[in-house]
């Protein structure tokens, strides 16, 4: 029996969540983040993971008289995203499952804990979850990464029916070596995968989002990431173009990992230097999560323009009667941080850190069999079904982004390819 | 009125086995049948057995079911395809002596003294309310009996095509049963409509030999029953011959004549067994296709040319088959056609094939949308155990995609139904590593041994092979060795300290028999056939024990089963539209329900909820 774990709370910057761990592993599991408190007990535990705190929680664990009817345990965290993260992607790490939506309700159904009573007023609940997950998939499938995901499911469609061909077709008109094409097919999908993984939103809660501030030279733009930051990590001065090159502070705003970008003054100048510091603020900007702009008059334009959801202030507000942002005074700051939380908030809640942590799974196991495949190709002469195994783990793993990929599909590219029938 | 136990309909590869294998179970048979001299007729290619579909008739012979005997009685030449391939993809083939092969059929159910052949047609089904009593015969005569199994391949609304000639018929020579067919016609099933082609016969006599390639068959010839070592009688070669552009622009410029590219027929033809018309249509840049010219007997002249199926008229087969090489004075003895036929959506039977509509009542073969004498073979035995089982009052014979390719064609027939004539390929096997040709004794036989239904002899058979299975295992498993003694037998692996039992080591690229006995001396104690199927076992065990638990989880859906009683409106929770779908759809288990689209987690959860409920109360 797997051990499975979830969020079994809604994710809120506000409060607790609260992890759900069950199985035959899930006091193992605990004991290898914090001492184990007594059973039904619960204790203030310091979760430490490779010598890394990662956040004092409330710990608790039951023996088999639990929700489940399983060994399980609770791990009340702070609510923030990047410690919830954090956590689920360790207990990935530990022999441990994420759950299926309903999975730990039907572990306590079949443990006799539930009655038909319980699992209907349970339904909407696990509906929902559903629902999350159905959507998050659209989702992946409809922006701009859906063309590439579908180009991933057309090349292991294509790489699997080529290896059941041989193994299912040998008597017949069928190539005898496709190891160069199933090999490049491969290649292509581990590559872009590799890709994803590196830039895929999960990254983003752990290594945090990135914010710009962006304002002409001498908006007051270090004052306020020394403001923010709480300490002079940016030198200010009265001379315009102060700042060259970007300054980044990694900050906890709302919850929310964030490194602060501190910018060159926007302006057009024919000091080398300075000019490749625009540039590059320009870039850095352009891919950062969130831009604020400083502005020194509300009808300033500057060199780049602000995109749906980036904060437009006036600067130096001390400097004119209380309107807008001062890093001098914290005017406005307050409300900064608060406009910064709300926003990350947005965009994270409508991925859903469980549903991320699934994807993260989801193509890391996919990963590691294309990989195996890979290997296993110089023995596609006498060992094909080898290879057939790891890419069907690879195809079942990538389900939630590809959608399904059945024997049927398989054997419509096999037929619609190669003239099969003698 | 006579009664039998289980009556069954049909006398091919469906009816013998179902008929074999229900009176293996002690009941008492009959199988009804419009010519008795027909039984076991081979009325396509004259070949079993290949990738899926030898593993079928392997785990039937695990059952100890007929077809395979037969196979290995009537084979004249043995090839085990994808020879040089892994194990869990070699899948044993034979042609077979058509004579041969149905005398064997014939000589198998005449022992049975509790099976009672029928020369008659049937023309009705004796019900009693939604139960099945009996069968009417055309004479007027009545038969009663407690289950019937309908085998009747294409005989329901069969129709030949050859050109644009077509006439009612089951296949050539004899008539279809249009009376049974009209009251199936009236108990409101759904069906469809398929369709499939044979080659023209050849006169072996009129084929130039000489000038052909031949395909002898294996060295070593691999058996399909377990219970057999060697052929029976003599082999023979097979030639290989191909088409070329003068016999594509025969077709081509004959199309609109076809009675598949004229229009006259409806049905879907299979994907993977495409008439040479589709060939040259659909592969049009290819200026050649492969046929294998097989002979259908060692006394028999007639060759099968496998790979040119067709409906053209049969002048055009004359002249596109004279214009391949080898074949240009060749003599047709009987001309290629098409035929349609009926079948019943499968997806109405549950998973012993029995009729949800109509107790009692069987379907297995072609009247299920299948094609393939093994196919048809397994689906018999599957209902043939099940109409037993009812009238001994045992529970049902199940067979899980876990344990079998059996277990995978009966949920994939009735939780999918067919689109085009379904045949087994080993891709269809999500376990494939573990359901291997070589292992299906080791899957079935001590179940069907449980069921009663093993001869004594095979039996103890299989008990001796499992004993010996068990102590070479654990005489390798016994034994841990170091990577330095590993690589000073010359089996190269990374010196990482850790060490291997003998059963991994054997399972390792570089080794080999003699390296393992070399190392285990005591496992050359055991008979060459246990070392190499201990050999194939260790084979796959690192991926099979990382299968375990899909297997487990799947098993544990199978196993929840939806009784066919089961009241799906009193579940509070699932929608209308899940509700109507799961009384129409009617899964059979937990497994099947979670395949239906739309279904959520949610209502599989109220299911399994509602099951633990309307099971108590029963209890």
């Known amino acids: 029996m797997d051990t499975i774990y979830a969020l079994a709370t809604a994710r809120g910057r506000a409060g607790v969540a609260v992890v759900r761990i069950s199985g035959p592993r899930a006091h193992d599991a605990v004991a290898q983040l914090c001492d184990l408190p007594p059973m039904r007990v619960a204790k203030l535990r310091r979760l430490v993971w490779q010598g890394d705190v990662l956040d004092e929680a409330l710990v608790l664990t039951f023996d088999y008289a639990s929700f489940t009817g399983e060994p399980s345990a609770e791990l009340h965290l702070h609510g923030s995203n990047a410690v919830v993260a954090r956590v689920l992607q360790i207990l990935s790490t530990l022999d441990l499952r994420m759950a299926e939506a309903g999975e730990f309700t039907r572990r306590a159904l079949e443990n006799g804990k539930l009655d038909l009573t319980q699992v209907e007023g349970l339904a909407d609940l696990i509906d929902a979850d559903t629902e999350a997950q159905r959507k998050q998939a659209v989702r992946v499938l409809s922006g701009a990464i859906g063309k590439k995901v579908e180009g991933w499911r057309q090349a292991l469609l294509r790489a699997a029916a080529l290896i059941e061909a041989t193994i299912d077709f040998a008597d017949e008109d069928v190539p005898v070596d496709v190891v160069p094409e199933v090999r490049e097919l491969i290649d292509v999908v581990l590559s872009d995968l590799h890709r994803e993984t590196v830039s895929a939103i999960s990254e983003r809660i752990r290594d945090g989002f990135e914010v710009a501030i962006l304002g002409a030279p001498n908006a007051g733009k270090s004052t306020l990431l020394n403001a923010l930051a709480g300490r002079d990590a940016a030198i200010i001065s009265d001379i315009a173009g102060t700042t060259r090159d970007i300054i980044e502070v990694r900050l906890d705003i709302a919850g929310f990992a964030v490194t602060l970008l501190d910018t060159a003054g926007l302006r057009e100048t024919d000091d080398v230097v300075e000019s490749m510091g625009v540039s590059r603020a320009i870039s850095r900007a352009a891919d950062a999560d969130l831009r604020i702009f400083l502005l020194q008059s509300a009808d300033e334009v500057l060199l780049t323009a602000p995109l749906p959801d980036d904060l437009v202030y006036l600067g130096k507000s001390d400097l004119r009667d209380g309107q807008g942002l001062s890093g001098k005074t914290g005017q406005g700051i307050d409300d900064l941080i608060e406009k910064i939380g709300q926003i990350l908030e947005r965009r994270t809640a409508s991925a859903g850190v469980l549903i991320r942590e699934r994807h993260r799974i989801a193509v890391q196991t996919g990963i590691s069999a294309l990989n195996a495949a890979k290997s296993a190709l110089p023995r596609a002469g006498d060992q094909p079904e080898l290879i057939a195994a790891e890419l069907r783990v690879a195809l079942n793993a990538l389900e939630a982004l590809l959608g399904r990929v059945d024997v049927e599909m398989l054997l419509g590219e096999i037929f619609s390819s190669f003239c099969i029938g003698k | ?418 689109t085009e004539p379904y045949r087994m390929f080993t891709s269809r096997a999500e376990y494939r590593l573990t359901l291997r040709a070589d292992n299906a004794d080791q899957r079935l036989t001590d179940q069907a041994i449980a069921l009663d239904c093993v001869s004594d002899h095979r039996a103890g058979l299989h008990h001796a092979k499992m004993q010996a299975l068990a102590a070479a295992t654990q005489t390798l498993a016994n034994v841990s060795m170091t990577s330095k003694v590993l690589a000073d037998a010359g089996i190269m692996i990374s010196q990482d300290g850790n060490r291997k039992t003998g059963l991994e080591a054997l399972a390792l690229q570089d080794c080999n028999m003699d390296k393992i006995i070399a190392l285990v001396p005591d496992f050359a104690a055991f008979s060459p056939e246990i070392q190499d199927q201990v050999a194939k076992d260790s084979l796959y065990v690192q991926y099979i024990d990382r299968q375990q638990k899909d297997i487990a989880r799947l098993k544990n859906d199978e196993d929840q089963i939806i009784p066919a009683d089961f009241d799906f409106n009193a579940l509070s929770g699932l929608s209308n539209e899940l509700t109507l779908k799961l009384n129409r759809q009617r899964p059979a288990n937990i497994n099947q329900a979670s395949k239906l689209e739309g279904i959520t987690p949610a209502a599989l959860l109220l299911i399994m909820a509602g099951l633990r409920k309307q099971g108590k109360q029963r209890a």
């Open chain 2, 1 to 418: 009125m006579k009664h039998f136990d289980v009556l069954v309909v049909g006398g091919g590869h469906a009816g013998a086995e179902a008929a074999a294998a229900a009176a293996r179970m002690g009941v008492s048979v009959a199988l009804v049948t419009l010519r008795a001299d027909a039984i076991g007729v081979m009325s396509c290619n004259p070949a079993i057995g290949g990738l899926g579909k030898g593993h079928l008739v392997r785990e039937i012979d695990a059952f100890d079911g007929i077809m395979g005997q037969a196979a290995d009685r009537a084979g004249i030449q043995f090839r085990l395809l994808n020879r040089r391939k892994g194990p869990a993809v070699q899948g044993p083939r034979t042609q077979a002596d058509r004579a041969l092969y149905r005398a064997a059929i014939q000589t198998a159910l005449n022992v049975i003294p509790n099976l009672t052949i029928v020369q008659a047609e049937v023309a009705g089904l004796i019900l009693n309310g939604t139960q099945v009593r009996g069968v009417t015969l055309s004479d007027g005569a009545e038969i009663g009996a407690g289950s019937v199994i309908l085998t009747t391949g294409t005989f329901l609304n069969g129709v030949i095509h050859v050109g644009d000639q077509s006439r009612p018929g089951g296949r050539v020579g004899d008539a279809p049963s249009q009376l049974l067919a009209a009251q199936l016609a009236d108990l409101d099933l759904q069906r469809g409509r398929l369709k499939t082609g044979t080659p023209p016969r050849l006169d072996g006599r009129s084929i130039r030999w000489d000038a052909l390639d031949s395909q002898p068959g294996d060295d070593v010839p691999v058996m399909f029953s377990f219970l057999n070592s060697a052929p029976f009688v003599r082999q023979i070669s097979c030639g290989i011959t191909q088409t070329n552009e003068r016999t594509h622009d025969i077709v081509r410029e004959n199309l609109g004549r076809s009675a598949m590219y004229g229009g006259h027929i409806s049905g879907v033809g299979p994907r993977y067994c495409p008439s040479i018309e589709d060939k040259v249509v659909r592969f049009a840049d290819k200026d050649h296709h492969q046929i294998f010219l097989e002979p259908e007997g060692l006394d028999d002249h007639t060759v099968y040319p496998n790979g040119i199926s067709t409906s053209l008229p049969a002048e055009v087969q004359e002249s596109y088959v004279r214009s391949i090489f080898g074949l240009e004075d060749v003599k047709i003895t009987q001309h290629g056609y098409a035929i349609e036929y009926d079948y019943f959506d499968p997806r109405g039977l549950d998973q012993t094939l029995q009729l949800r509509a109509l107790s009692g009542l069987f379907m297995a073969g072609q009247i299920n949308g299948t094609t393939g004498y093994e196919e048809a073979a397994a689906q018999g035995l599957v209902a043939g155990l099940n109409a037993a089982a009812a009238a001994l009052s045992r529970p049902p014979v199940l067979f899980s995609r876990t344990d079998s390719y059996i277990g995978v064609m009966v949920d994939d027939l009735t939780s999918y139904g067919v």
